[in-house]
RNA sequence: GGGGGCAUAGCUCAAUGGAUAGAGCACCGACCUUCUAAGUCGUAGGUUACAGGUUCGAGUCCUGUUGUCCCCGCCA
């Protein structure tokens, strides 16, 4: 279904070559939702940039365009305000007529894309032997919502958890437990991850301090990487192990990812190097090989080098990155590679894709693309950390907010004298709890810092989760107040917008599409959020105004589908974001 | 020192170069015999850090200043 805007856009070009000419047709004919409501619903701002190219006034170019334009077939005559504004009003009618064509529609009058892209979303990327902190949080969500949105539009997605399993620190954990916990490297499960953490972080010390040690710990890497069977054994082990305990955290944030870690790309790595050398973008500088780069100098203003070869032999991230995105471009055949890491890394990425770029692997008609993101800060501003100062495990974090949630939940059941059954307990706890979290992270621009707050997340009014599962569930409450079966009234369209708030509320649903668009240019959930958010409002206004169950016919049914596709939509959105709705709560 | 990000209401945050900068929270007030008041309505709150510039039009783009955070050769 093509979307109002677009048929907008369309009518205003046509109208510009109408009446100035066919030079007109590149010009972009600038139609954006109006700014404010009393100014309709669309606005073109196109006259006011054409006064230099037409040499004539905003206003009476203006004119001209609007004496052209044939959209009354479902706009009111528009307007021209200010300084050349032309505003636009959707006829109810019209609004009425898309209701009902998007009711019976799974995608709720959402177009796929014109052109399905194969999409690799990286994120998330814990290190193995490590356990996912409350900085893999943000990756973990923001690249899951945006790889459902690019799914969502048609598009072919490979979702890629990058994990860190691989490099200096297996050496040094396989070598210390060589020493101290053996049998860890031959049996399956013989420590759990919490015990894995200690034995790495005493590991690190002791390679911090022992030069022994170290030297130990490189020959280990050495070993591994030349493929000796213990060593390899032992590294899978450690592999499978933490495999699971991130597969604990990905079921109950409900994530699902392909693993493929650095590992996956260590027989490649020798080749890069090779191939920059003979591109002749290889260097060497105090033993390591360099490929210098352009635009990143130091203080003496000397180019900066992105190291791929260390001066032990070894490789390290620059090359596994460089490696994946060539196997990325060339075995996968990505049209658009999306990162999504934290924003402290944006100079790496920029390195990586500029050499990438100069080694010629890196084709014009590929979209590469670091989505960074801010960092989790506490209440008190800085980076959030346990009151001890340990980083937070992120396990204990989502478990917090779904025992927060409970806690909420059985003071609510008894104030309303409420029973309910300890699985339905267990779900609204669950469910509130993690979408809390999930939509605290997506709500805000991903590109600023932003303050973690149980309280405010998991708060009933406000921009939160739970105020907009609220919004699904008044929902059902009709249907099950009503005895409505929503499936049934598909049947039967008749929609009427004689209220105010049935009108606000018509439009707003009608703009899904257009958000989802812009969501998946930009990779800017909190657009998407900020939209459902928008809408319960409205919905809430529209229920608070319009009794639904006790009006008249045809007013009756009109309502319970307005109600209808109101929750769907908000169902449809939510999934987008990772969120599942509750039926009541 | 060099590079980059950020600076918007008391607080947390929005805002494609477009009209009078918006929400939520908190505060103050109004509305439940009516589909879950977990709601709705209203009042108040701003020199968009500061100084210039570009533009018909700047919170948004450019230059400088201040504050703050991040990155800066063999960790990822």
């Known amino acids: 279904m093509k979307s109002i805007l677009e048929k907008l856009k369309n009518s205003v070009s046509q109208a510009l070559i109408t009446a100035f000419g066919k030079e007109l047709a590149k010009n972009d004919p600038l139609v954006v939702a109006a700014s404010n409501p009393k100014f309709g619903d669309y606005q073109s701002n196109v006259a006011l940039s054409l006064p230099k190219q037409l040499k004539q006034a ?3 170019i203006a004119e001209q365009i609007v004496n052209h334009l044939q959209v009354n077939d479902f706009c009111e005559t528009p307007t021209i305000a200010g300084p050349g504004f032309i505003n636009f009003t959707i006829k109810p009618s019209y609004l009425a007529a898309q209701l009902s064509a998007i009711q019976t529609d799974k995608r709720l009058g959402v177009a796929k894309a014109k052109e399905s892209q194969k999409v690799i ?3 998330s990327s814990p290190n193995i032997a490590k356990e996912m902190h409350v900085g893999h949080l943000r990756s973990t969500i923001i690249g899951d919502s945006i790889a459902r949105i690019l799914e969502f539009r048609c598009h072919d997605v490979l979702r890629l958890n990058h994990v860190g399993d691989w490099g200096t620190q297996f050496g040094m954990l396989i070598a210390y437990l060589r020493e101290v916990y053996p049998e860890a490297l031959t049996t399956a499960d013989a420590l759990d991850i919490g015990d894995l953490v200690d034995f790495y972080k005493k590991a690190k010390i002791r390679f911090d301090e022992d030069e022994e040690f170290r030297e130990t710990a490189r020959k280990e890497v050495v070993k591994l990487q030349a493929g000796a069977e213990d060593s390899r054994h032992a590294w899978q082990l450690l592999c499978d192990q933490s495999r699971r305990e991130f597969q604990v955290i990905y079921d109950l944030l409900d994530i699902e990812l392909q693993e493929r870690g ?7 790595l020798p080749d890069i190097v090779d191939e920059l050398e003979q591109k002749g973008l290889l260097k060497e500088d105090a033993g390591a090989k360099c490929v210098f780069l352009e635009g990143f100098t130091n203080k003496q203003g000397e180019p900066l080098p992105l190291i791929v070869q260390k001066s032990d032999g070894g490789y390290n991230y620059a090359t596994t990155d460089l490696a994946a995105l060539k196997y990325r471009i060339q075995k996968d055949e990505a049209d658009r590679i999306i990162y999504v890491t934290d924003a402290g890394q944006a100079n790496h990425f920029a390195a990586v894709f500029q050499v990438a770029k100069r080694a010629g692997f890196l084709p014009e008609n590929v979209e590469v693309e670091h ?3 801010g ?3 506490g209440e008190d501003g800085k980076k959030l950390k346990t009151r001890s100062g340990d980083t937070i495990k ?8 779904i025992a927060l949630a409970r806690a909420d939940l059985e003071t609510r059941l008894k104030e309303e004298g409420r029973k309910e059954t300890k699985e339905f307990c267990d779900r609204v706890a669950k469910v509130v709890g993690i979408s809390a979290v999930k939509y605290a992270d997506l709500s805000q621009n991903r590109t600023t810092d ?4 149980y309280k405010k997340m998991l708060a009933l009014q406000g921009n939160t989760a739970p105020y907009l599962l609220y919004a699904y569930v008044r929902v059902q409450g009709i249907s099950r107040k009503g005895n409505i079966d929503f499936q049934q009234l598909r049947q039967d369209s008749s929609i009427l917008l004689e209220e105010e708030t049935e009108l606000i509320l018509a439009k707003h649903i009608l703009h899904l599409g257009e958000i ?3 969501v998946e240019r930009d990779l800017l959930p909190n657009r998407l959020c900020q939209y459902l958010f928008e809408l319960s409002q409205k919905f809430n206004q529209f229920y608070d105004r319009c009794p639904v169950l006790q009006a008249d016919e045809p007013q009756r049914t009109s309502r319970l589908i307005l109600a209808d596709l109101t929750a769907r939509t908000l169902k449809l959105g939510l999934s987008l974001l990772g969120i599942s709705v509750l039926e009541r709560m």
């Open 58 to 60: 905003p206003r009476a």
């Open 121 to 123: 979303v990286d994120f």
């Open 262 to 268: 650095e590992s996956f790309y260590n027989p490649l």
């Open 371 to 373: 989505v960074p993101f």
């Open 375 to 377: 960092l989790v800060l």
């Open 394 to 401: 992120l396990k204990d974090l989502l478990d917090e907010a």
């Open 450 to 453: 932003y303050k973690f707050s």
């Open 516 to 518: 989802i668009e812009e």
